[in-house]
């Protein structure tokens, strides 16, 4: 007689074993790569701009390249991810992205770096929300929102090796070098995916073909539950009447998926504007270009702290509450940016606290989504919140791009780029209210 096995109960009476910190490791590379190369672009801008005699408003536009093949490839890879698993997803997105990184590195015009940025993208949007997802669906209830930082935290941390990666690669063998590295590191890791990362047992389970590829995760997770291939496993998802988008918005999930929407959108406009623009901003504002983009890799040091940080209070004292003040600090610190670019000191201070509560509260966001679908669209409901977050990353380089080049002041510039923090508050605050009623 066969055993019935409750994967989520499994899960959560267990301690995190060997098999889940290597999940979240595996993870954790792949998202130090996918910060490394969605940022490298801003640490090389000043560069290709003077070399393609590109306008301010052009590269906003360049930037904002790889953000919609971001969006593109979170659209595309996440409902895949949901029929069919989340390593495929994860194993073709790391190639897409590692190949035309590559490409970037002999673009010769300027079609052909906004085509190669593109396509890079999409490798980077199919990865971060199936890799956010893959954590969470090893990690048990308890601890979900703590791993899935941890492993989180490898974005801002690529971001951080890319600034200094970029200064000290760019003086000796021009930008090129910079992403011959972005592309050269995730083909590294096609290969260590493909043998060394499993496939989400809770997807498994909800698929319910697939024994003998569970019963061996089971094993390794909880070996006394006895887990055979013919053993029957559960899932507490049922199989989703609706499947893809519909699902985000049926059985009571409408407002939920649009107050989602809202806050990734907000937070991931001002984060991706500053990113995208510090290095440019303090360069015009007399730093050397190599220290102008070390001064901007701060925000990032403080967005490893912050998410961290954020992650035990969402614990603690719950997320609603956790990300409306962060949210709140974090309009207030950028604010702050256009006000200190005399000095280095105040500067470096500002941009930490604004990585801290902006980026932390990014990590927090992604907890929230994750918690707030259930396992047959919770891949889905991830990835398109991150996509609609990528409209946006879009905007938010090319509006930054056109007021540089409408000469507008420093000062009024980071000004407005607090607004769209302070609507991200108010919107967790509703989603927390609905959430409690």
């Not at 070390?294 to 490893?304: F, R």
């Not at 604004?354 to 919770?378: H, V, W």
């Amino acid at each position: 007689m066969s055993t019935t096995i409750h994967i989520d109960e499994l899960l959560d009476s267990n301690p995190i074993g060997r098999l889940q910190w290597r999940v979240v490791v595996l993870c954790f590379v792949l998202a130090v790569i996918d910060g490394f190369d969605a940022q490298i672009i801003a640490y090389v801008a000043p560069l290709i701009a003077d070399q393609f005699a590109l306008s301010p408003e052009v590269m906003g536009q360049l930037y904002s390249s790889a953000l919609l093949g971001l969006m593109a490839g979170a659209l595309i890879g996440s409902p895949v991810a949901d029929r069919i698993g989340r390593k495929p997803v994860i194993l073709v997105s790391a190639a897409v992205m590692g190949v035309f990184a590559l490409l970037t590195a002999t673009a010769e015009s300027t079609f052909e770096l906004f085509l190669y940025r593109f396509l890079t993208g999409l490798g980077l949007g199919g990865v971060m929300p199936t890799i956010n997802i893959l954590t969470a669906e090893f990690a048990p209830a308890r601890r979900r929102a703590l791993l899935m930082t941890t492993m989180f935290v490898g974005f801002p941390i690529g971001i951080m090796v890319g600034g200094v990666a970029a200064a000290a690669l760019i003086n000796v063998f021009g930008w090129e070098s910079v992403f011959v590295t972005g592309g050269v590191l995730p083909l590294l890791m096609v290969p260590v995916v493909m043998a060394w990362l499993p496939e989400s047992p809770r997807f498994l389970a909800l698929k319910g073909d697939r024994g003998a590829a569970l019963a061996q995760i089971v094993h390794r997770i909880a070996p006394e539950a006895g887990a055979t291939p013919e053993s029957r496993f559960e899932t507490l998802a049922p199989e989703q009447a609706s499947v893809g988008i519909r699902a985000l918005f049926s059985e009571g999930r409408t407002r939920i998926t649009l107050l989602l929407w809202v806050v990734f959108f907000a937070n991931l406009l001002t984060m991706f504007a500053i990113g995208g623009w510090m290095p440019t901003v303090l360069n015009e504002a007399g730093y050397p270009l190599d220290r102008a983009i070390l001064v901007s890799a701060m925000s990032a040091i403080g967005g490893v702290i912050g998410g961290l940080l954020i992650a035990v209070l969402i614990d603690r004292t719950g997320a609603a509450r956790t990300l409306v003040a962060g949210f709140v600090a974090a309009g207030v610190a950028i604010a702050l940016i256009g006000q200190v670019t005399d000095s280095v000191v105040l500067v470096l201070i500002v941009l930490f606290l604004s990585g801290l509560f902006g980026m932390g509260c990014q990590f927090g966001i992604n907890a929230l989504a994750s918690i707030s679908y259930d396992t047959g669209a919770r891949t889905t409901g991830l990835g398109w919140a991150l996509a609609i977050g990528r409209i946006g990353a879009i905007i938010g380089p090319v509006v930054v791009g056109t007021a540089i080049g409408m000469a507008l002041p420093v000062s009024q510039l980071f000004l407005l780029g607090a607004i769209p923090m302070l609507v991200a508050a108010g919107a967790v605050f509703v989603l927390g209210r609905l959430r409690a009623s």
